[in-house]
């Protein structure tokens, strides 16, 4: 049973970097894709990156100028780092696996295992 | 970057009532990608659908998918009270995933 565990700072300053990780628990670790989504208080999910165990990488567009993911293969683990924050950048921040299903010759894809989420919050 | 547009905001409903969710795409959408999940608050999303059409692992049959190209559709058959939740649509065009807005469940 694959599990996600993650953890980083809670709360920053303006301007700060944030700094989250997430481990991967009993199961492979190549041949998936893994992101970072996040969700600002009350607000819907926003998507912000994945990497594979490459170091192939993809982000969202208007995060890309700040946003760096990295993976370390021999700990089994994927980080996350956010450069400048500011107030908007607080959310709850989640790890998540992109799964893929074999289907009638086809390949479909989702999120089918989440981290617990870490809460981060940027403030002066 | 692929807009997805879930209407309506909110549907208030009775346990026992069937929910019709729509997902509507700024452009079309391979079904390969587009999955829908459900959150209750103070919890990761869980995955329900994927693929448009197939329900992921201990997903009961009361919820299931259909749709292509822009227009997609989650449908709860009969609401039980663990349905009241908000749920969110996904895709994955161009090396990007975008989520909906969402769609809140609420009890009438």
């Known amino acids: 049973q694959v599990q996600l565990q993650q953890w980083g700072a809670g709360l920053l300053k303006p301007s700060e970097t944030l700094s989250l990780t997430c481990a991967v628990h009993?199961?492979?670790?190549?041949?998936?894709?893994w992101s970072w989504i996040r969700q600002p208080p009350g607000k819907g999910l926003e998507w912000i990156g994945e990497i594979n165990h490459s170091g192939s990488t993809n982000y969202k567009l208007s995060l890309k100028s700040r946003v760096t993911i990295s993976v370390d293969t021999s700990k089994i683990q994927f980080s996350l780092k956010l450069n400048s924050v500011t107030a908007a950048d607080t959310a709850v921040y989640y790890c998540a696996r992109e799964y893929y299903y074999d289907s009638s010759g086809t390949r479909d894809y989702a999120f089918d295992i989440w981290g617990q989420g870490t809460m981060v919050t940027v403030s002066s | 970057e692929i807009v997805l547009t879930q209407s309506p905001g909110t549907l208030s409903l009775s346990p026992g009532e069937r929910a019709t969710l729509s997902c509507r795409a700024s452009q079309s959408v391979s079904s390969s990608y587009l999955a829908w999940y459900q959150q209750t608050p103070g919890q990761a999303p869980r995955l329900l659908i994927y693929?448009?059409?197939s329900r992921a692992t201990g997903i009961p049959d009361r919820f299931s998918g259909s749709g292509s190209g822009t227009d997609f559709t989650l449908t709860i058959s009969r609401l039980e009270p663990e349905d009241f939740a908000v749920y969110y649509c996904q895709q994955y065009g161009s090396s990007l995933w975008t989520f909906g807005q969402g769609t809140e469940v609420e009890i009438k």
């Open positions: 009993g199961g492979s670790f190549s041949g998936y894709y």
């Open positions: 693929g448009a059409s």
